[in-house]
Nanobody
Framework: QVQLVESGGGLVQAGDSLRLSCVASGRTFSTYVMGWFRQAPGKDREFVAAISSYIGSTYYSNYADSVKGRFTISRDNAKNTVYLQMNSLKPEDTAVYYC???????????????????????WGQGTQVTVSS
């Protein structure tokens, strides 16, 4: 079965950096869009970033406005791993972070829909990120 396992969360101070990792198994990882989402206490789960499979000669990525310029998503298909590099962290980034895999292989829906939760069918268990002020 498909499994996603996140790691790399922790307690940091504002301005610090963290790198989250998500290792996938049970699916041909390289052919699926992968996404990162987060959920803060009392709030809905929200999109953070997503990266497409390799299309033509590039990967396409998209970010929530709140993290643009601070977070970078990347993938290593040889390791079945997607990363989220988070720089200049703010207290409002505090949340449980989840990775997820799109439900369809070899399908790039375009940047506007990469953040749609219902496009993703498997989710990890989450990793806590806490940013103190």
């Amino acid at each position: 079965q498909v499994q996603l396992v996140e790691s790399g969360g922790g307690l940091v101070q504002a301005g610090d950096s963290l790198r989250l990792s998500c290792v996938a198994s049970g699916r041909t990882f390289s052919t699926y869009v992968m996404g990162w989402f987060r959920q803060a206490p009392g709030k809905d789960r929200e999109f953070v970033a997503a990266i497409s499979s390799y299309i033509g000669s590039t990967y396409y990525s998209n970010y929530a406005d709140s993290v643009k310029g601070r977070f970078t998503i990347s993938r290593d298909n040889a390791k079945n791993t997607v990363y989220l590099q988070m720089n200049s962290l703010k207290p409002e980034d505090t949340a449980v972070y989840y990775c997820a895999t799109d439900s369809n292989p070899n399908l790039y829906r375009g940047p506007q829909t990469m953040g749609t939760l219902t496009n993703y069918d498997y989710w990890g268990q989450g990793t806590q990120v806490t940013v103190s002020s």
